[in-house]
């Protein structure tokens, strides 16, 4: 039995829906390749822009909370005109994750990895 590895089109993303989880991307903003036998899909992998927040800057003097919560309102509003669905914030401290989970983020149990691609 033969296996067919081949990237999905934007117009075949139809079939994702119905494979594992249900999962569907948005095409502009994915790649999706499959694989698959002579009768039907037996694997998918997903490659999706990582949205994060990053970069979070206040002045000193202004850092009482209200401008960043007008900052974290403002981004996930423009995130979603984007048609961005999730976002990932990360935090290298115990007081950055305090702000992020008040901001209604939760705590993956995950580990990041990463592999540097141009090598």
């Not at 994702?16 to 694997?43: F, H, M, Q, R, T």
């Not at 009482?64 to 984007?82: F, H, P, S, T, Y």
């Not at 149990?109 to 691609?117: A, D, F, G, M, R």
Request: aromatic residues 8%; charged residues 25%; hydrophobic residues 45%.
């Amino acid at each position: 039995m033969s296996i067919e590895i081949r990237r999905l089109e934007a117009s075949q993303y139809d079939v994702l829906p119905n494979i594992a989880d249900g999962y569907c991307p948005e095409p502009a903003k994915s790649i999706v390749v499959i694989a698959a036998n002579e009768s039907k899909i037996i694997g998918r992998i997903m490659l999706l822009t990582p949205a994060h927040i990053e970069a979070i800057f206040i002045e000193p003097a202004w850092r009482n909370g209200i401008v960043m919560n007008m900052l974290v309102d403002a981004i996930e509003l423009e995130a979603r005109a984007e048609g961005i669905v999730k976002v990932l914030a990360y935090a290298a401290d115990s007081q950055m994750e305090n702000y992020i989970e008040r901001f209604g983020y939760k705590k993956l149990p995950l580990t990041v990895w990463e592999k540097n691609l141009c090598q």
